[in-house]
DNA sequence: GGTACAACCTCTAGCGACTAGAGGGACAAG
DNA sequence: CTTGTCCCTCTAGTCGCTAGAGGTTGTACC
């Protein structure tokens, strides 16, 4: 019926230290302990546990998440808030690939063509030293 | 002739704080120092600033950036070395595009399609709660 | 009941690459 | 000589964990 934390990481694939780290900075309710100290955990962390480590997956940040759980919690608030915390990381994973296709290209165009020249001529090191090289001012 | 770190900040883009942080990991060599023990750069520190700098909007660790600053001082050794690094960079960013378009679909279609609704019935809290909503599980 | 050993506990420190702030000294212009 | 801006060092904070030290509990087996 209860778990200890061990089994709790097992069930959720989130490791024993990452648990005990969320629940120090309240993500995570305190579970009840054993005689002994140890942690005791019911179903309802599974499900709660399982929730973080997904909206983590997907990138969420601690405060996003503890806002979903907020959210979550209450069936009968309408669910523009949550469309709205989705929306803005929807948009910071786009600007995000945006930059990084640039970035790609920029790197691209900057592998020598020739591997097996001197660094002397090596374009790497020239357009490292020249940033009028790059197609991109914004890197 | 000589600058203060200010203006080197200024001539660079870099912040003085981050120049200073440069300095103490060992990216830039101690400066000289005025009468008063304030800093004093000359034109290659400048050079050497802006290398930095530039390898750094290009996403290089320092620790790759401490490599290509040895090899663009040893203009007569392969190219092959510069080429690897980047070309490992250019790896990872690839991968981190890959991720983060993966990311994207699965939050694209998380989002309500009807925005009126409620927590309840909400797209968005359903999937978080449950995986299996998911299309890709590599996330 | 004893013993072994895995799993648990708390606490502190470290990662990367800065950034912020406190509390004070240096320098240039007027 | 004063004003004001810049500069100095040092410490601590950011984010989301992760690693390790040093000690305690729980459980399986004999």
Redesign the interface.
């Known amino acids: 019926m209860l778990f200890s934390i061990g089994e709790l990481a097992r069930e959720t694939g989130v490791k024993v230290p990452t648990i005990r780290f969320y629940e120090s900075i309240g993500l995570l309710s305190e579970p009840l302990r054993s005689e002994g100290g140890q942690r005791r955990y019911g179903a309802e962390d599974i499900?709660r546990l399982?929730?973080i480590r997904?909206?983590r997956?997907?990138?969420f940040d601690v405060d996003d998440v503890r806002e979903?759980i907020v959210?979550?919690a209450?069936?009968?608030?309408?669910?523009?808030e949550?469309?709205e915390?989705?929306?803005r990381?929807?948009r910071e994973?786009?600007d995000?690939?945006a930059k990084?296709?640039a970035?790609?290209e920029?790197?691209?165009r900057?592998?020598?063509g020739?591997?097996?020249?001197?660094?002397?001529?090596?374009r790497?090191?020239q357009?490292?030293?020249d940033?009028g090289q790059c197609h991109d001012d914004a890197?």
């Open positions: 499900a399982s929730f997904h909206a997956q997907l990138g979903l959210l979550s209450n069936p009968d608030r309408p669910c523009t949550a469309d915390i989705v929306h990381h929807l994973v786009e995000k690939i990084l296709t970035l790609r920029e790197l691209a900057m592998v020598c020739t591997r097996h020249g001197r660094i002397g001529e090596c790497v090191i357009v490292l030293a940033h890197h």
